[in-house]
């Protein structure tokens, strides 16, 4: 595994779009000033071909396939940038009502690495999401087992992670599933974990900045987690460790 894998994969969840909502352009807007000279004016052909966007910010604010937004990247395919979004039929909780998610990609890059905390943060704020996170595509990938079922029943989590419980069985929308490397937590979301302490919490505090919102984007380690780093397992470990309610794991 290369010590800086090439994507960084974004997943942030929000409250479902309704009516005339602004929150696609906003969610847009935001990534392009987050990372400085980004352009999201194309999307692609079904061959994968790049298709320029003349018109590109009536075609979010009207195109609700999926009850989202449409695909849109950057025309760079040595430093892909890519943003959509659709509506999940499922709660994020017990009970739930349906929710957006917003998914996204950057390269890893010196450049991007070092503004991929403004980007979440502005994904998550213009998404006014319950919380989100960035992980680099292999660390994400053994995230997901966390609550995976396996052919034979209950998650087997690698690396002695804890198993993580699925969406109906959380009590809430604002407790997050599972952690990230970058974690976006709206105000909300660390009401419900109690973040932050500061006599537990001065470590993450230090890699931690505060939203617009009153939220928080939460840096996990200083380089994009590569869980073959045993410090990077570690601090990984420590944190659901901090934080029981992450996974619904502190529920009765």
């Known amino acids: ?31 392009e000033s987050a990372l400085g000279g980004l352009r999201l004016d194309w999307t692609y052909s079904e061959k994968e071909a790049f298709v320029a966007l003349r018109h590109r910010d009536e075609w979010i604010a ?14 760079d395919r040595s430093r892909p940038v890519t943003i959509t979004g659709w509506e999940n039929p499922n709660g994020l909780a017990a009970g739930g009502a349906p929710h957006l998610e917003v998914h996204g ?92 302490d500061l006599a537990r919490d001065a470590d993450l505090l230090s890699r931690a900045r505060r939203t617009a919102s009153g939220g928080w984007v939460v840096q996990l380690t200083h380089a994009p987690l590569d869980l073959d780093d045993p410090a990077h397992l570690d601090a990984l470990k420590r944190a659901y460790e901090r934080f029981p309610e992450i996974g619904g794991r502190s529920a009765p």
């Open 1 to 31: 595994m290369s010590v800086f894998p090439d994507e960084l994969g974004i997943i942030v969840y929000a409250p479902a779009l309704g009516g005339d909502d602004k929150r696609p352009l906003a969610i847009v807007h935001g990534m």
């Open 62 to 75: 009207t195109d609700r396939t999926d009850n989202g937004f449409p695909f849109i990247c950057n025309d």
């Open 105 to 196: 990609s950057l390269h890893l890059d010196a450049a991007t690495i070092s503004a991929a905390a403004g980007v979440l943060a502005a994904i998550g704020e213009g998404a006014r999401g319950f919380w989100g996170h960035a992980t680099p595509f292999n660390a994400g990938a053994e995230i997901a087992e966390q609550t995976t079922s396996t052919s034979a029943g209950p998650p087997s989590p690698p690396r002695g992670l804890p198993a993580l419980k699925l969406s109906r069985d959380i009590r809430s929308p604002e407790i997050p599933h599972r952690l990230g490397w970058l974690n976006y937590w709206s105000a909300a979301a660390a009401r419900a974990i109690g973040f932050p």
